[in-house]
T-cell receptor
Framework: ETGVTQTPRHLVMGMTNKKSLKCEQHLGHNAMYWYKQSAKKPLELMFVYNFKEQTENNSVPSRFSPECPNSSHLFLHLHTLQPEDSALYLC????????????FGNGTRLTVT | RKEVEQDPGPFNVPEGATVAFNCTYSNSASQSFFWYRQDCRKEPKLLMSVYSSGNEDGRFTAQLNRASQYISLLIRDSKLSDSATYLCVVNPSSGDKLTFGTGTRLAVRP
């Protein structure tokens, strides 16, 4: 149903692992985002890409590395994560940045052991 | 003061009740406003944008009060299916960063 698809839905990884989250949007949007949602906290913006150029890095630790090869695909590469990085990671897209509403994927629930 | 602030609730109301949530924002230059709905363990979904003149979509009415820097969401004739967390979202400037509130939880009981 959603025009934004995220894989995997669930991921368990150790602190020494390297993994990647994938997001694809089929809405023809120009902007893509990564958000982090932890329990009892508001959604935290991590990265913004507009026309596949990164326009926002919200002081995210370097163990999170985004990649946007084109306007339809967005990756989040993970390495040497910490247990406190366990959260729901949501990808979103919008027609343009700022004024446009966001369309979210169904998220990847990440557990770091 | 938080950029976007909401009462976390929960609001427990019977079916058929009218319920209203407010959300305050700190930046008077904020330009766009939205209400999102998030069901348990699901992604947020856009409920409605909030326009300066106020807007209505069926049982839902959204209003913006720039002078007092808050937006509101009114739900009439609550249904069981309205049970969810309602997220207030504000663009505090003309840039990229939509800011989310922590959400207000609504539980509608039979």
């Amino acid at each position: 149903e959603t025009g934004v698809t995220q894989t995997p839905r669930h991921l368990v990884m150790g602190m020494t692992n390297k993994k990647s989250l994938k997001c694809e949007q089929h809405l023809g949007h120009n902007a893509m985002y990564w958000y982090k949602q932890s329990a009892k906290k508001p959604l935290e913006l991590m990265f913004v890409y507009n026309f596949k150029e990164q326009t926002e890095n919200n002081s995210v630790p370097s163990r999170f590395s985004p990649e946007c090869p084109n306007s339809s695909h967005l990756f989040l590469h993970l390495h040497t994560l910490q247990p406190e990085d366990s959260a729901l990671y949501l990808c979103a897209s919008s027609q343009s940045t700022g004024m446009s509403a966001l369309h979210f994927g169904n998220g990847t629930r990440l557990t770091v052991t | 003061r938080k950029e976007v602030e909401q009462d976390p609730g929960p609001f427990n109301v019977p079916e058929g009740a009218t319920v209203a949530f407010n959300c305050t924002y700190s930046n008077s230059a904020s330009q766009s406003f939205f209400w999102y709905r998030q069901d348990c363990r699901k992604e947020p979904k856009l409920l409605m944008s909030v326009y300066s003149s106020g807007n209505e979509d069926g049982r839902f009415t959204a209003q913006l009060n720039r002078a007092s820097q808050y937006i509101s969401l009114l739900i009439r004739d609550s249904k069981l299916s309205d049970s969810a967390t309602y997220l207030c979202v504000v663009n505090p400037s003309s840039g990229d960063k939509l800011t989310f509130g922590t959400g207000t939880r609504l539980a509608v009981r039979p």
